[in-house]
């Protein structure tokens, strides 16, 4: 099937219980000769992986296009629209490093998943720690749907390289031994703010997330709520966790929330 079919046609997709669901993915449109060798089309078969692993679960109505473009400062999703109204991401990688595209693909996928816009940047720290559960969950689900059907029939061998990679990030920032996530944010809560995409500290906490998303992927559309309530105004993560509970549209998505709020050693 031609490359801009692929991009348009919708894709069978088994779940974890192995059923069939039809799932229509963003248009995923990159930009090319600018990856130093790699084929757009080779990038877009990546990206589209990725995105099968996460987007149907984020019960998203929105198809907006997703125009991809090359970075040297930063993978980034732009706050601006294009023309059309399509997401503007830029990669910064190259080659076929295509763990590191998919990585950081899934990550800026979950910050169009949360709803992303400025505002008040207090809880930025814990969007970006979703991001890279993300980017986790993202790789290691790839390995998975590799081994049963890989982008191309000759990639095969490769697909456990993604989960290799999220397993040495995770391996790279450790969580501590026998720490409660209450010991953890009550040591940083006075710095999270300070510097919200600080990376070692981010997988860190996103190494101890993941366990709820890869036990219920379904809650990947509890962050399509986190954002509705984000204005200028400074709040704290307490109030930032009961708006974002309170915007959420299901029992399970609220009760999801409500564990986090008392993970997190919030009396609220």
Same mark, same amino acid.
């Not at 749907?145 to 790279?172: D, H, L, M, T």
């Given at each position: @099937?031609?490359?801009?079919? @692929?991009?348009? +046609? ?8 192995? $059923?069939?669901?039809?799932? =229509?993915?963003?248009? /995923? ?5 600018? &990856? ?9 078969? %990546? ?6 692993? =996460? ?10 296009? /997703? ?30 490093? &295509? ?8 990550? *800026?996928?979950?910050?169009? %998943? ?13 969007? *970006? ?6 980017? #986790?969950?993202? #790789?290691?689900? @790839?390995?998975?749907? &590799? ?22 990030? %995770? ?10 996530? +209450?010991?953890?944010? +009550? ?7 300070? $510097? ?9 906490? +996103? ?8 036990? $219920? ?18 709040? $704290? ?32």
């Amino acid at each position: @099937m031609g490359r801009f079919l @692929m991009l348009l +046609a919708p894709l069978l997709l088994p779940n974890l219980s192995g $059923d069939i669901q039809r799932h =229509i993915l963003p248009k /995923i449109i990159v930009t090319p000769n600018i &990856w130093s060798g790699a084929s757009v089309s080779n990038i877009e078969l %990546i990206l589209q992986s990725t995105a099968r692993q =996460i987007w149907p679960y984020a019960e998203q109505s929105s198809l907006c296009t /997703i125009q991809v473009d090359r970075s040297r400062t930063g993978p980034i999703v732009l706050y601006r629209r294009g023309s059309n109204g399509e997401y503007l991401v830029h990669l910064d990688t190259q080659k076929q490093y &295509w763990c590191q595209y998919a990585f950081q693909f899934a990550h *800026e996928l979950c910050h169009i %998943i949360c709803g992303y816009k400025k505002g008040d940047r207090s809880n930025l720290w814990f969007e *970006e720690s979703l991001c890279e559960t993300a980017s #986790l969950f993202v #790789l290691r689900k @790839m390995t998975e749907e &590799w081994k049963i059907k890989p982008s191309f029939p000759n990639w095969k061998p490769y697909g456990v390289e993604f989960a290799k990679y999220a397993q040495n990030r %995770i391996n790279r920032y450790t969580w501590p031994d026998n720490l409660p996530l +209450a010991q953890w944010y +009550a040591q940083k809560k006075h710095t999270l703010n300070e $510097d919200p995409t600080n990376r070692p500290r981010n997988v860190q906490l +996103a190494s101890q997330l993941l366990q709820y998303f890869e036990k $219920d992927p379904s809650l990947w559309a509890t962050c399509s709520f986190i954002n509705h309530k984000k204005t200028d105004q400074e709040v $704290d993560f307490s109030t930032y966790l009961l708006d974002w509970k309170d915007n959420c549209q299901t029992s399970k998505q609220k009760g999801f929330v409500q564990k986090l709020i008392l993970s997190f050693g919030l009396d609220v």
